[in-house]
C-alpha cells in the first residue's frame, strides 16, 4: 500500500479523533481543523516511508509539534506586546510609539529592496510561522539556499528599521 493510500484511509477513520485532540490543547475548533489539515497535508507530501505501524505516532507527534509551535508562537506575541506597553507606559509618549500598521509598512518598503524569492522566503518565515526546512519542501528549493535568502533578508530589513 502507498503512502498516499494509507495516509488517506487514516484520515477519513481518525480525523475526528485527532480534531479532538487538537481541539482540546488549543481551544478552538477552527484553529484545530487547520491543524489536522495542515498535518496530513505535510504527511501527503512527505517523502519518507510510512507504515500502518508508524502512521498514528508519526500524526500525533506532527499535529503536537505544530501545536507547540503555535503556542510558542502566542507567546512571542503576548511577550512582543507586553513590551511595547511597558515601554509606551515607562519611558515613551504614545506618540513616539509606532502602530503595528507603521511597523508593517516599513518592514515591506525594506523587503521591497530585495528580490522577490528573498521576500518570498522572509514572508513564508515570519508571517506564516514556517521554519527552514518547511520553507524549503514547500518551495522545493534547496535548504542551504532557503537558509541564505532568510539571512540576507533578515540582514537587510533589520538594516533598513535600524537606519529610520
Do not use: W
Not at 60 to 73: K, P, Q, S
Not at 96 to 107: A, D, L, P
Not at 122 to 140: A, C, N, P, Q, T
Amino acid at each position: 500500500m502507498n503512502n498516499q493510500h494509507l495516509i488517506t484511509n487514516y484520515y477519513i477513520t481518525h480525523r475526528d479523533e485527532l480534531l479532538a485532540y487538537v481541539s482540546s490543547r488549543l481551544g478552538g475548533r477552527a484553529e484545530a481543523e487547520d491543524v489536522v489539515q495542515n498535518v496530513f497535508l505535510r504527511l501527503l507530501t512527505s517523502t519518507k516511508l510510512i507504515t500502518e505501524t508508524t502512521l498514528p505516532a508519526l500524526v500525533y507527534t506532527t499535529a503536537r509539534n505544530m501545536i507547540f509551535d503555535i503556542h510558542r508562537h502566542r507567546a512571542n506575541i503576548n511577550d512582543y506586546e507586553h513590551y511595547i506597553h511597558k515601554v509606551c507606559s515607562e519611558e515613551l509618549s504614545a506618540d513616539s510609539v509606532y502602530s503595528m500598521h507603521e511597523i508593517m509598512e516599513h518592514m515591506e518598503r525594506g523587503l521591497a529592496r530585495l528580490p522577490e524569492n528573498f521576500r518570498e522566503v522572509y514572508r513564508l518565515h515570519i508571517y506564516d510561522g514556517m521554519k527552514v526546512s518547511e520553507i524549503s519542501d514547500f518551495l522545493g528549493d534547496n535548504y542551504k539556499s532557503v537558509e541564505y535568502r532568510l539571512g540576507t533578508a533578515r540582514k537587510v530589513v533589520r538594516g533598513y528599521m535600524q537606519a529610520i
